[in-house]
């Protein structure tokens, strides 16, 4: 996939449109361990990827992009709006749609309540138009057949997808996504991907880098709750350009090496003299980003 | 039958009646018959029903389909709080500590039993409000909380629900004993009031802080019990009477009521707090 611009497009004479998601310095600690550590970063339009291992802060910096958390320090803006004043946080929430990573939703609910539900709390006031809206976000995640059974009755990844509808709702200028392909299947998760193509901004969390490769625009690798990678996904692979090479045998000096199912030895590292190098993937960038942070 | 030759062919107007379903029966059954005479009159039907049907199909299924997907039609509050079982039963289980233990305990140890009962009826209101601050309780779990919506006015709506049920059930329960059991003071019952009201507001109050609203109200519960305690074993009577006074007295209703102004005070100062923050 080819890169596009991180910042909205520059014409001279026009103020360009701050980035729909900005931190500055951002902090967020949960007792002694600090879950963000002095994030700074832009992102958006279009999708970007927040990519990392479990409990790297991902979640965190995801519900203080959505309005649910508080930094204890930096500065937020959102849409260009800063959720710590009230008035502006109310105009973010009413332009955001956000997937918690557990969303919790109330099995004795029906996914058309459940969503109808979340449509109040989201000011659709007008009933015959909020049941369209409703019924409109329900189709799109292809929740037809389901919309009037009980949820305790649906599958983790159909329940996935009634939180994804909710999310939805309003058409958001920006989407807040905690691992929204959990528990889909392959096809599922390719109508997750029709749909974020056609959203404005998106913001989700992931630990797949397919996904990253197949959908973002964009992507950020959060290594204890610190980013240690911004830019194009492109450019996180570039990051190995020259150092994956792949030999008949392991090799211990490498940081990372598996077998392939050609059956080969594919390394990641700073290679021995007279290597075959190969061209890196985004796997190959983010092993080596992860081991570099680790050292 | 289609090649049966008729001079007489249905007006437009008629099939149009036809096919809206507004044409008298007798016009219906007579064209019906013709209908299935006549092959010219049933492609003119045909045509018609292809170029006016979709709309006026389209209406009925909109409005089947509206009727279908209706919502339930309680108030949004409504199905924000009792419509959720997690609450319902939450709420249950505080009316059932605020009344039946000690009203066992009444059965089993007589009037000491009845001094827990009366000790354990102004927490109700606490239970109420501290329930109303999990976000299980949500039909929505934590997709509520990045809503307009979101944030003291809904905490507040959901606490005044629960405690609007769990209050009169204490009351009722508190009724029965007077009715079946023993004499409770009627002055208790107003005077419960303002140290209710204050324990609530204080864990309300809790709530715009960093402190988990749950342990807030434990502690809360605690200290009531403490204080009525000490109170009561001060004046070396268990009875009624004596919490009665104790409960009713001046200093302990103004305490009562400083406290329960100064914690609405600071939750309405600090609201913001509730719709920007969460602790885990």
Known sequence: ?295 | MSTHRTEWHAEDTSIAAYLAGDAPPVLAASLEAHLLACGTCRSRLAELDARDGTAERDRAWALLADHVDRPSRSPWLLRSTVATPALLRAALVAVALVGLVPLLTAATAGERGLVALLVAAPLAPVVAVALAFRAEVDPAGQVSLATPAAGLRLVSARALVVAGAALPAAYLVLAAVDHWWADVPVSLALAWCLPGLALASTVLAAGTTRLDPTYVAVSVGVGWALVVGAGVSARRRVDPEAFADLVAHPTLQLVALLVAVAAVATTVVRRDAVAYRRTA
């Open chain 1, 1 to 295: 996939m080819t890169s596009r611009p991180v910042t909205g497009p520059t014409v001279p004479g026009v103020v360009t449109a701050a980035p729909p998601l900005s931190f500055a310095g951002v902090t967020r600690s949960f007792g002694r361990s600090r879950a963000v550590d002095a994030v700074s970063l832009t992102a958006g339009p279009g999708v970007v990827g927040l990519l990392g291992p479990n409990g790297a802060g991902k979640s965190t910096l995801l519900r203080i992009a959505a309005t649910v958390l508080a930094p204890d320090r930096g500065e937020v803006r959102l849409l260009g709006l800063d959720p710590s004043r009230p008035d502006e946080r109310l105009e973010v929430r009413r332009r955001l749609g956000y997937l918690p990573q557990a969303p919790g939703l109330y099995p004795g609910f029906t996914p058309f309540d459940l969503v109808d539900y979340v449509a109040v709390l989201k000011e659709h006031t007008h009933a015959a138009r909020r049941r369209e809206e409703v019924r409109r976000v329900l189709v799109s995640v292809g929740l037809e057949d389901d919309m009037h059974r009980k949820i305790r009755r649906l599958s983790g990844g159909t329940r996935q997808r009634v939180a994804l509808a909710a999310a939805l709702l309003g058409d958001p200028d920006l989407l807040v996504l905690d691992e929204p392909a959990t528990g889909l299947d392959p096809e599922q998760r390719l109508r997750l991907r029709s749909l974020l193509s056609q959203a404005r901004t998106v913001v989700m969390a992931t630990h797949h880098i397919a996904e990253v490769s197949s959908v973002c625009h964009e992507v950020h690798v959060v290594l204890g709750g610190r980013v240690h990678f911004s830019g194009p996904p492109a450019g996180l692979a570039a990051l190995a350009a020259g150092r994956v090479w792949e030999d008949d045998r392991p090799d211990p000096r490498a940081v990372h090496s598996w077998l392939t199912p050609a059956g080969t030895h594919r390394h990641v590292g700073e290679p021995p003299a007279g290597a075959a190098l190969v061209a890196p993937t985004l796997d190959d960038g983010y092993l080596l980003l992860t081991a570099e942070a680790r050292r």
